[in-house]
């Protein structure tokens, strides 16, 4: 047996030792995670190495993973019997960590206080023991050698490292506990509690492939008698797998039920109700990795409050890693539910965030195409199944028409909306497309609050009587995406409240070109009077031929004045005035009575009719009781 050395850690190291207690203190439990990761990797790597070499598996020998606590020392220990460590690799990967990760580590520390999950990615979760304890002893045989290791810090500025005799394979690490009893460490858990460390097992390390033991209290069964005498039930002591091992999602789905996926998801999302779809597939080739994602069947109580938590849990070779990884599932995609487990993403020291973040973005790319390529799918199959789910989350789906240009055209497709020829079911842009009239040329369409409001807008008569279907477009988002649209299958969408809607064919605009000069030539001064009455209201008075029924409507240039008054409310100011043509209908009966009347009287009028505008678009009026009063005097 050697002598025990004494060796001074890096330079770095109590820096980042001290990073990482600080770091993390706020989620200590995150030590036992990294403590078992690491021992299923020491079982993996014997596996392999064993697959070439079977006398180094012990007779009779059975993976597994233990944890011992004892109270009374305040100690916690996590023991495998995996591949073990000689004397240079513990030197090597726990007495150093001069590896090129180091100096990127160092870089974003500032990062990493806001972002503890990182620190996993370095391969330093061992030093999150330190979290937790004054001493740490980690005690280790590698497979197929005679002399064991133990090595031994209080985590500060140098530890030390000899060689031990040791009769079994693997590693042990034991952490002697913080004293709970001092003030500084009041905050910390008893991680010597029996439920505790269950509870950290089944949220962190679950579906690890080999079994978590422990030795557990359990109660013994009382005799009638004994129970009817109101004895104290005798305890005695049974050894317990902590973990289910079962990771669903790297079965195959054929050997799958329905039950199995909808418990599943319930244990994971604490859902009562079953999901409406599963998406399980597993990606090779740039990314590898297994994913488990869910549609609800409903929308969650709190999906439309702002600073809910989205995201897919990332999981890498079954332990979990965090939850609530936004960077695995683009935002207008928040309503799914899931996991991702990946084999392919490193957790070692010497790869490089920025890797990391291309790994997850390439992921993200892969499950986004798989989800819209699912909701096709279940579009074109289940169309009864897909309305439910568009009316729960069709509005998050189409702000990707925004934010994801490059699927833009996809998600169009998968969009559904009422219409004026289809107010009691939904019809998608394509189905729209084949019902078109033959010369309609464009996808027409409205921004609204209510069917209602789309429906008796004055915007819809001509269109009506062309025949002319209309897309009521009523969700919230829908003022935010439609400057978005642009083509669709070239077709162009084409809002009826525009400015330069044009819905003539040659032969109708040579017709409405002599009634307009006409008419705007016979009613001259009676417009140039409103003109002047409603002057700061209005920019222009001019005659309609959009109209057929309704006598005025407003018509406002640039964007569409729904689409404005949801973009101001969202950062909070008022709607900037926009130029607006009052276009009336002069063969509407009320302009010859009008034109008969006398100047005073057409200016009052000229008020009743641009409110009138107002209130037939949905818009408010600036002053309701003068409206009111200009009403009781004309009917007297």
Known sequence: MSNKENCKFQTEISELLNLIINSLYSNPEIFLRELISNASDALDKLKLESATNESLLPQGYTPEIFITTDPDKNTISISDNGIGMTLDEVKENIGTIAHSGTKK????????????????????????????????????KKA????????????????????????????????????????????????????????????HSDFIAYPIKMECEKFVPQSKEDEEAGKEPEKTKEIQVLN????????????????????????????????????????????EFTALLFIPSQKPFNYDYENVESGLSLYVKRVLIMNDCKELITPYLRFIKGLVDSSDLSLNVSREILQQDRELKQINKSLVSKILKSLQDLMNKDRETYEKFWVNFGPTLKEGIVRDPERKEKIIGLSLFKSNNNQDKYISVDEYISNMKEGQPCIYYITAENISEAQNTPFMERLNKKGYDVLFMLDPVDPFIVNALGTYKDKKFECITSSDLDIDTEEEKKENETKIKEKTENFSDLLSNIKDELKGYVDDVKFSSRLSDSPVCLVKEGPDFKQM????????????????????????PIFDKMKSKDVDTQKNWAWILYNQALISQGEKIDNPNEFCKKIIDLMN
């Not at 690490?173 to 460390?197: C, G, H, R, S």
């Open 244 to 287: 289910s091992m079962k990771a669903l999602w790297l079965k195959k789905p054929s050997e799958i039920t329905k039950e199995e996926y909808n418990e599943f998801y319930k244990q994971m999302t604490y859902d009562y109700s079953e999901p409406l779809l599963n998406i399980h597939f597993q990606a090779e080739g740039v990314s």
């Open 144 to 203: 197929g050698t005679d002399k064991a290791v133990r090595w031994e810090s209080d985590g500060k500025s140098e530890y030390t490292i000899e060689e031990i005799d040791k009769d079994s394979i693997g590693t042990t690490v034991t952490l002697y506990l913080k004293d709970k009893n001092n003030e500084e460490n009041q905050d910390l858990a008893d991680f010597t509690k029996e439920w505790k460390i269950k509870d950290i097992v089944k949220k």
């Open 105 to 140: 580590f160092m870089q974003i520390k500032d990062e990493l206080k806001d972002n503890p999950s990182l620190i996993g990615q370095f391969g330093v979760g061992f030093y999150s023991a330190f979290i937790v304890a004054d001493k740490v002893c980690l005690e280790t």
């Open 565 to 588: 008054e949801y973009f101001y409310k969202q950062i909070g100011q008022a709607v900037p005035k926009q130029k607006a043509c009052l276009e009336c209908n002069l063969d509407h």
